[in-house]
């Protein structure tokens, strides 16, 4: 596969490059809220491009909108369609003079949620860190009997997603410490983030209508950054038996750029194999071709800034490859039942955690629920969160005669 070269200044070589293409909603300098795809150091605005009468019609329509949904809604044939345009439109030499003013500088765009998001579900794919988690509660038995056979996850809250660079303010809650007598209500003391990768539906199934495995990945829009932030000590005192609530909801960031499963197409990979022993999934959410490439090789990083610090420092470095679960079993399973995923919702891996000690996605795992603190270059360290630390989420795909292609970053502040 050869690297593609586009005319935009920039482009070759960064993390937007022409085989990325991701897509996302951006204000304009005239207020309205605009589809765009990144380009090199620019924003490709889709509107003026569909205004220019540069895009085919039923494409035209949905870049009008003000959001992804509707794209979402076409399937894959239209993001793919829409891809090879834009390709043509930013190599081609030809095209240069009526694309070329339809450029945005990236550095000073505002970026918006990219679609308006109905539903949030969050799993736990990732064995090791439903491992790490469970044997600092469950030293002789971290893993529960199910985690093997079924997908777990949760319904999370939509309405609290917010883009990268939102301050996230530190949540208060009801705790109760282990030596406590009774449960107090203030501020977290134990605010963490979680590296995960959320996934967007594009074209969505009718209620009562299971999305089968084989059929999953056509449902699946593209891919971003989450961090699923959590208030331990909130989340430890409320989440039996029903699950994660107010330790999660309050705030949810993402990357503002949706990378397209066409992009990932070169960096599929194997699923996870599983070792020797465990059960074989389920039939439905079994495939030759899932096991074969249903995984996706990408680089996750987590970067920590302090407020005392000038530059950040990176943490920890896992990859998506590690997860337990596919994105189509995910998918798959939750639909198993008839529920019916729409345009624009939103499902996340949950904490990608890796097999190493330098490839953990949260906190708590990484100081063992603050029992041995994290040492950050300037000499201070960190059990949790501090008011003034920045979190960044970093992502990218590299392969030997590919383009490399960047999620760019999704951060937060705590305040
Ligand atoms: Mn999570």
């Not at 491009?49 to 809604?73: F, G, I, S, T, Y």
Request: aromatic share 8%; glycine share 10%; net charge neutral.
């Amino acid at each position: 596969m050869g690297v593609m070269r586009s005319w935009v200044a920039g482009a070759d070589g960064s993390d937007f490059p022409l085989e990325n293409l991701p897509l996302g909603v951006f204000r304009r300098a005239d207020g309205k809220a605009c589809i765009g795809s990144a380009i090199g150091d620019s924003i490709l605005d889709l509107r003026a491009a569909a205004d220019a009468r540069l895009l085919q019609k039923e494409l035209a329509a949905a870049c009008r909108e003000d959001a992804l949904n509707a794209l979402m809604a076409m399937g894959r044939g239209a993001s793919q369609a829409l891809r090879e345009r834009m390709q043509e439109l930013l190599s081609g030499a030809g095209a240069r003079a009526r694309v070329e003013p339809l450029l945005v500088s990236r550095a000073g765009a505002e970026m918006l949620l990219p679609a308006r998001i109905g539903g949030y579900t969050d799993f736990y794919a990732s064995v090791y860190h439903a491992t790490n988690v469970g044997r600092l509660f469950r030293p002789e038995n971290p893993l529960l009997p199910n985690y093997k056979w079924v997908p777990i996850g949760y319904h999370g809250r939509a309405s609290s997603i917010v883009v990268s660079g939102a301050e996230v303010r530190r949540p208060s809650g009801q705790t109760k410490a282990a030596d406590a007598k009774e449960p107090s209500f203030g501020p977290s003391k134990a605010l963490d983030y979680e590296l995960e990768v959320g996934f967007f539906v594009g074209q969505g199934n009718r209620l009562g209508e299971p999305i089968p495995l084989a059929e999953a990945e056509r449902h699946v829009f593209g891919l971003c950054l989450l961090n699923d932030w959590s208030a331990r000590d909130v989340q430890a005192w409320e989440y039996q038996p029903l699950g994660p609530f107010l330790g999660k909801n309050f705030a949810t960031t993402i990357s503002p750029w949706i990378v397209t499963l066409e992009a990932l197409e070169p960096f599929r990979a194997t699923a996870l194999k599983r070792p020797e022993g465990d059960p074989k999934p389920l039939k439905y959410l079994d495939s030759a071709d899932d096991r074969a490439s249903g995984g996706f090789d990408v680089t996750l990083e987590v970067w920590l800034r302090t407020a005392q610090m000038r530059e950040p420092v990176r943490v920890s470095r896992g990859n998506l490859r590690d997860l337990y679960w596919t994105l189509a079993q995910m998918l798959t399973h939750h639909t198993s039942n008839g529920c019916n995923l729409q345009p624009g919702d939103l499902l996340a891996t949950g904490t990608v955690s890796g097999a190493l000690a330098d490839s953990v996605g949260s906190l708590l795992e990484m100081t063992r629920r603050g029992a041995e603190p994290l040492m950050l270059p300037g000499g201070e360290t960190r059990k949790f969160l501090e008011t003034g630390d920045e979190v960044i989420l970093r992502g990218y795909c590299e392969r030997e005669g590919c383009a490399r292609i960047g999620f760019g970053e999704c951060r937060g502040v705590v305040v």
